[in-house]
């Protein structure tokens, strides 16, 4: 079953690779969006710093979303989830490292670009810690929660808008959260509360998520 998985993740992972658009895509984004608001709110230090991490952090979830609409399509439309769903491997665990694929190539990029883009914004030494930790047990619950919202817009018109509207909503405690835990560092304040409820709606969303997105795709296969 291990073995299985590790092929299913693999074979998403290179076919991405392979294309390398959504990647680049996700990267630009991050970037771009990041860059826009110096130059919107103008290059004061103290105020970019104040800004840094919410703008990080919308930022990520932002860029998390555009290729949420493509993490089950091209496998619906060639008729391989078809067999995947009719193989030994159950739906819930198939969902499961089809996320974890999307994490590897949306979630991991965003956590390296993450203190890249933090000193641009001039991002505060002690916010750095909060930073990657938040990210990394953040972006995970995106790509879970993401993974859902996909499979209930299976095979559907302007799935990627629906997408969208689905999962942004669901995506704000986790923003919150992780925001929260950057501005108690940079204040001094411990950062752990925040920390343990992330890593909370992170165990909670590992069997509730696949087990949603698996029964959405059973829907749309029947």
């Keep these: 079953m291990i073995r299985a998985m590790g092929l299913i993740v693999a ?35 103290n105020i970019l710093a104040r800004m840094a991490p919410g703008v990080l952090w919308v930022c990520a979830l932002l860029a998390a979303v555009l290729s949420l609409d493509r993490l089950f399509q091209a496998d619906y439309d060639d008729g391989s989830l078809d067999l995947l769903a009719l193989g030994p491997l159950p739906l819930e665990l198939v969902v499961l490292t089809k996320v974890t694929a999307h994490w590897l190539v949306t979630g991991l990029p965003l956590i390296l670009a993450a203190p890249v883009l933090a000193l641009l914004l001039n991002l505060p030494p002690q916010g750095y810690a909060a930073l990657f930790t938040s990210m990394a047990l953040g972006t995970p619950i995106l790509s879970l929660i993401g993974a859902a919202g996909a499979a209930l817009t299976l095979g559907a018109r302007r ?38 409820i992330l890593a909370a709606l992170l165990a909670a969303a590992l069997p509730l998520a696949p087990w949603a997105g698996a029964a959405a795709i059973r829907q749309s296969l029947d």
Excluded: N
Aim: net charge neutral.
């Design 11 to 45: 074979r998403d992972v290179r076919l991405t690779l392979r294309q390398g658009t959504d990647v680049i895509m996700i990267l630009m984004f991050f970037l771009i969006a990041t860059a826009l608001f110096p130059l919107g709110v103008g290059p004061e230090p």
């Design 159 to 196: 799935g990627g808008a629906l997408i969208a509207l689905l999962v942004l909503p669901l995506y704000i405690p986790v923003l919150i959260f992780a925001v929260g835990a950057m501005d108690a560092a940079i204040a001094g304040l411990p950062s752990k509360p925040h920390l343990l």
